[in-house]
């Protein structure tokens, strides 16, 4: 299968600037942000599921569309990545008033940052961390990123998720899973060296 890489329009949870404060919407002059209850409900309604199966999610698709896929009923990669990542965001975003969408800030950062909160064990995370980084199937991988994401709920710790989204659609693939280990691996074990930087996590 050839590779191709990402083609879309702004995501939805595209609503934060760099610094985690909602952006504006230009045409209303009123803020994007926190996202509606049941936009997030839709969302997480996706967990678990397959592209296409939750109606209540199909507005919220941005990722541009395979037409020879389609005629064959099949979703692309890059709908099921994005899919995914925004099951995870309605679930990492449920009930926060600050955005869980941290522009630069990658998965690999935000679970060191678990790791250091002193809210679970260090040796709990690292295994967590280590099964999700250690599986090679995408729904492996989506089964333990649902449970990282809810551990970082639980502290506020947002992360980038146009960067979530194609690590998920980077898994699909075999070399370019191995150079999202990699990253992933790079940015976890910052700890080792010194604290993870930039500031600490946010409060609800």
Same mark, same amino acid.
């Given at each position: 299968m050839m590779e191709r890489d990402i083609a879309m329009a702004t995501p939805y949870w595209n609503r934060a600037a760099s610094d985690g404060t909602w952006l504006t919407d230009t045409r209303t002059n009123h803020p994007l942000g926190p996202p509606p209850g049941e936009d997030l409900a839709a969302m997480r309604a996706g967990l678990g599921r397959s592209f296409g199966e939750v109606p209540k999610?199909?507005?919220y698709y941005t990722a541009e569309i395979d037409d020879e896929l389609a005629r064959r009923g099949l979703a692309s990669i890059e709908q099921k990545a994005e899919h995914a990542a925004l099951?995870? $965001?309605g679930l990492h975003q449920q009930s926060k008033s600050v955005s869980m969408h941290r522009p630069g800030v990658r998965l690999g950062t935000a679970l060191a940052r678990l790791r250091t909160s002193d809210?679970?064990?260090q040796k709990a995370v690292d295994d967590r961390v280590?099964?999700?980084a250690t599986t090679t199937t995408v729904d492996g991988l989506l089964i333990r990123l649902r449970g990282l994401v809810d551990l970082l709920r639980t502290i506020n710790q947002p992360l980038d $998720?146009?960067?979530?989204?194609?690590l998920i659609h980077h898994w699909h693939y075999d070399d370019r899973r191995r150079a999202a280990r990699r990253q992933w691996a790079l940015d976890y074990q910052v700890w080792k060296q010194k604290p993870p930087e930039d500031e600490p996590p946010l409060g609800s």
């Open positions: 999610l199909w507005p099951a995870l $965001y809210k679970f064990s280590e099964a999700a $998720y146009d960067h979530l989204m194609r």
